[in-house]
């Protein structure tokens, strides 16, 4: 049986973390801070889920900054600069995002259709997650690079892909080696399922650690001119 005090945490993370994901999005779409990147409008809630309050500070200090109603308000006409390592965490939170959307929506499709292998249904899983990851994870790459770009459907998809797999790949590998971890160490018997909150709480853990196996790869690809820094 899981804990009762894990139960109440992974509750209260989560309550905290839809919290957070609701503000930035009442502050999006009913007080008018549009996001010049369209795409970025997804990424800051999706990183909200599992970053929570963090993600509401990053959004506060380095995306409202962006959008024409903060710029009208402060009277500028550019945004304040941003340190080199705030670009490259939202490339991370950019990549991350698409993450996020594959792993939840692949848990749920694991789970109802009762997918396993050798009794379990972590493998299962762990291919869903990447697979709908990587096709969710180009998409919201292509949505930024092409227009910053002026890129066509062909070149978009190209320069997406090579600007999303490393950094997926590698975001994928902090979250995967920690699923294995609570599938087969933590939570042995029973397992954890998409429907306990105790689930999602170590799925947020997760992604923290996929953001942080994702931040090298992006230093990477930002410096090589392969992805763009945001």
């Known amino acids: 049986m899981t804990p009762q005090w894990l139960s109440i945490l992974a509750v209260m993370s989560l309550s905290i973390a839809g919290l957070c ?3 930035i999005l009442a502050d999006t779409y009913l007080l008018g801070y549009r996001q010049p990147m369209r795409i970025m409008e997804a990424v800051w809630p999706v990183t909200a889920l599992y970053a929570g309050p963090v993600a509401v500070w990053a959004y506060l200090r380095f995306g409202r900054p962006m959008t024409d109603r903060w710029k009208r308000r402060h009277d500028v006409d550019q945004p304040p600069d941003k340190p080199h390592w705030a670009s490259i965490g939202l490339g ?3 990549c991350g995002a698409g993450c996020t959307l594959g792993d939840v929506i692949a848990a749920f499709v694991v ?4 997918l396993q292998v050798a009794g379990s249904a972590l493998i299962p899983e762990l291919i869903g997650d990447y697979v709908l990851a990587l096709l969710l994870g180009i998409l919201f790459q292509y949505a930024a690079i092409a227009p910053m770009r002026k890129l066509g459907l062909r ?11 490393l950094s997926l790949t590698a975001f994928e590998v902090g979250l995967f080696i ?6 087969t160490v933590f939570f042995t018997h029973p397992h954890l ?5 105790t689930y999602w709480f170590m799925m947020q853990i997760g992604m923290l650690l996929g953001f942080a ?3 090298p790869a992006n230093v990477w690809l930002i410096r090589r001119g392969i992805k763009e820094a945001m």
Do not use: Q, R
């Open 155 to 165: 070149d978009g998809l190209i320069a997406a892909a090579k600007a999303d797999i």
């Open 178 to 183: 920690w699923m294995i971890l609570v599938s």
């Open 111 to 114: 789970f109802a259709l009762g």
């Open 213 to 215: 196996t994702a931040w």
């Open 92 to 94: 991370v939170s950019h």
């Open 193 to 197: 399922h998409p429907v306990e909150a």
């Open 21 to 23: 994901a609701v503000a």
